[in-house]
T-cell receptor, first 116, second 113 residues
Framework: ETGVTQTPRHLVMGMTNKKSLKCEQH?????MYWYKQSAKKPLELMFV???????ENNSVPSRFSPECPNSSHLFLHLHTLQPEDSALYLC???????????????FGPGTRLTVT | QQPVQSPQAVILREGEDAVINCSSS?????VHWYRQKHGEAPVFLMI?????EQKGHDKISASFNEKKQQSSLYLTASQLSYSGTYFC??????????????FGEGTQLTVNP
């Protein structure tokens, strides 16, 4: 595998279910991100990790819980979601985060989540 | 506050040029451009930094007017492969981590034969 992979690619869950999204990057990067992409809306940054430490939580509801056990893996744990949470969830990685130093982000293909 | 992109959509014939604009109401430190094809992941195109430094690796070019808080992406001699949605992401340099990008709604570009 190369680049950034995400599993599953599609997920349908009920509002009372608990599920997890997985992201893995094979690029040797140290920063990882979760984004939400809804129809007709801009990409929304949710969480950022740098060297396994969370550096950003963009006022995301607690029903979304991120986990970064190491620099290569990122999870998004989901529980008691709402129908409006249905969206494409994208994971991305970049070499690292450093003040006013910018690196391109490499995105995974996303998980299409439908909450019923 | 999210940047504003214009136009929202554009249709070209192969070989034609296009310009996509990204404007912010806030002072910017950097502007990032990505392209997303339908059903695929966004792909990095360019980063433009305050002070003129530019990073990119494609035939597509861009400019960054710091005073106007605006960036433009130039697509010349468009190819069919240029079709997709183009997003700009902006950063005002206030966050110490350098991580927070605010994206525009995207410009849908269609190149026809």
């Amino acid at each position: 595998e190369t680049g950034v992979t995400q599993t599953p690619r599609h997920l349908v869950m009920g509002m009372t279910n608990k599920k997890s999204l997985k992201c893995e990057q094979h690029l040797g990067h140290n920063a990882m991100y979760w984004y939400k992409q809804s129809a007709k809306k801009p990409l929304e940054l949710m969480f950022v990790y740098n060297f396994k430490e969370q550096t950003e939580n963009n006022s995301v509801p607690s029903r979304f819980s991120p986990e970064c056990p190491n620099s290569s893996h990122l999870f998004l744990h989901l529980h008691t979601l709402q129908p409006e949470d249905s969206a494409l969830y994208l994971c991305a990685s970049s070499p690292q985060l450093w003040f006013l130093n910018y690196y391109e982000q490499y995105f995974g293909p996303g998980t299409r989540l439908t909450v019923t | 506050q999210q940047p504003v992109q214009s136009p929202q959509a554009v249709i070209l014939r192969e070989g034609e040029d296009a310009v996509i604009n990204c404007s912010s109401s806030k002072a910017l430190y950097s502007v990032h451009w990505y392209r997303q094809k339908h059903g695929e992941a966004p792909v990095f195109l360019m980063i433009l930094l305050k002070g003129g430094e530019q990073k990119g690796h494609d035939k597509i070019s861009a400019s960054f007017n710091e005073k106007k808080q605006q960036s433009s992406l130039y697509l010349t001699a468009s190819q069919l492969s240029y079709s997709g949605t183009y997003f700009c992401g902006t950063d005002d340099g206030q966050e110490t981590s350098g991580s927070r990008l605010t994206f525009g709604e995207g410009t849908q570009l269609t190149v026809n034969p």
